[in-house]
């Protein structure tokens, strides 16, 4: 899949950035939560991979819509995945996170592959839920 890839119409779409993670993935629900208590400004919104509006754009795609390697950012009708979009995230946050941002200098093969050595042993090292995350009331206008 190519970084920066159009989507088609979505109803996501209308939101600027959305997050979309393996809801039940704790190591993926603790990143959710670092972005969540940093982005005073509200700038992203979080969905699922286990919704049906994850499912359609993971089938686009040519994803697994069962076994999860990625995370998505869609921000602006395209969507970028692994490296690429932990690496977008933090650059729209707050204080020193955007100084990460650099290692985009290295090649995305190089970036990816470190991103999915932590993907494949994420559920052994932080393990994995019963059920997707729910949101806390202050969090639900945030969630989609």
């Given at each position: 899949m190519?970084?920066?890839s ?7 779409g ?9 809801g ?39 994803l ?7 995370f ?8 970028f995945?692994?490296s690429t ?7 729209c ?36 839920s ?12 945030r969630?989609?």
């Amino acid at each position: 899949m190519k970084q920066g890839s159009s989507l088609p119409i979505h109803d996501w779409g209308k939101h600027e950035k959305v997050i979309v993670f393996d809801g039940v993935c704790n190591f993926c629900n603790a990143f959710v939560n670092f972005v969540l208590e940093r982005d005073s400004r509200g700038l992203f919104k979080f969905g699922t991979l286990q919704s049906q509006p994850a499912q359609d754009i993971l089938t686009h795609l040519h994803l697994s819509t069962q076994d999860y390697e990625t995370f998505l950012l869609l921000e602006h009708g395209k969507v970028f995945t692994k490296s690429t979009a932990a690496l977008k995230i933090l650059r729209c946050l707050p204080g020193a996170w955007p100084w990460l941002y650099g290692f985009i200098i290295i090649p995305r093969p190089l970036r990816d592959m470190v991103y999915s050595f932590i993907a494949r042993h994420r559920y052994q090292w932080m393990g994995k839920s019963d059920s997707c995350r729910v949101p806390t009331p202050n969090e639900r206008t945030r969630f989609i």
